[in-house]
């Protein structure tokens, strides 16, 4: 996930509208030649929910990325049939807190506390995936995002490995669980208002046809792929109550990952 534009408010909620592709090596090299490297990084991420996986069967994923927090929810209406998916992005932890006490039922006293871990642990959320991206961003030039109608447009080209240590049962030494995930994403930032989502979406779409990715796959997510390795009964769940659409298992499934790599 990139930088927000900074011309924005840093007090607003704001909606990442993203897609996931896999690309071909020549795709990689036409991005690559026409976008400048806006930032290389490297990170970890780990992923709380509770046992019964109430935030991740209502696609609401809480993350934390070395000191910071963030709490993604969809926006509504925001999965169209091309895969481009719309997620608030909440950041402020009083406000991830008052998130998470409405969707648990819960009244989150922090008081007592002095981290943020401490509190998640009282309230039952605790790690269920942890990750490790290698990060080159790919930024469009201030007059191409124009063209687009948008104010940035970036894409993340990820190298992804996978911690095992929240796999279920024996499934850590799994043949294959530690080989590299690759995937690139496709991302505008934006307010939080319905026609600037309806626009980024247009974006995006307008962008794969100009730059000839219209022919690339639609990825799933390095978290998906986590728990396919890693976290299978979680993943069906998950499929059950609809989060993640069969054609995402279906390719998940034949392995689709491992044939179109960066």
């Known amino acids: 996930m990139g930088c927000p534009d900074e011309s924005m408010s840093a007090d607003s909620t704001l909606v990442e509208v993203e897609l996931k592709l896999f690309l071909q090596p020549d795709q990689k090299e036409t991005l690559q030649a026409g976008m400048s490297v806006h930032q290389e990084k490297a990170f970890w991420d780990t992923y709380y929910d ?6 991740s069967c209502q696609d609401w994923w809480l993350r934390q990325r070395g000191a910071n927090w963030e709490l ?17 992005e909440v950041v402020e932890h009083s406000e991830i807190l008052g998130r998470l006490g409405e969707i648990l039922g819960e009244n989150i006293a922090t008081e007592e506390f002095v981290s943020m871990e401490a509190i998640l642990k009282a309230i039952g959320l605790a790690p269920f995936a942890r990750l490790h991206t290698a990060r080159t961003s790919l930024r469009a030039s201030d007059d191409v995002a124009a063209s687009f109608g948008v104010r940035t447009l970036q894409v993340d080209m990820d190298t992804v490995t996978f911690d095992p240590s929240f796999a279920e049962q024996e499934l850590a030494a799994k043949k294959g669980a530690g080989e590299p995930f690759v995937l690139a994403e496709v991302e505008v930032v934006t307010e939080r208002q319905q026609e600037a989502v309806n626009a980024a979406e247009e974006a995006v779409d307008l962008f794969l046809e100009e730059w000839g990715l219209k022919t690339a796959p639609t990825a799933y997510s390095k978290l998906l792929e986590y728990m396919s390795r890693l976290r299978p009964t979680h993943l069906d ?21 491992q044939v179109s790599a960066l």
């Open 237 to 257: 769940a998950l499929g059950r109550v609809g989060i993640v659409p069969d054609v995402a298992l279906a390719q998940r499934s034949n392995g689709l990952a």
């Open 72 to 88: 993604k929810v969809p926006w509504f209406g925001g999965h169209d049939s091309r895969g481009t998916h719309s997620y608030e």
């Open 50 to 55: 509770v046992p019964s996986h109430v935030l």
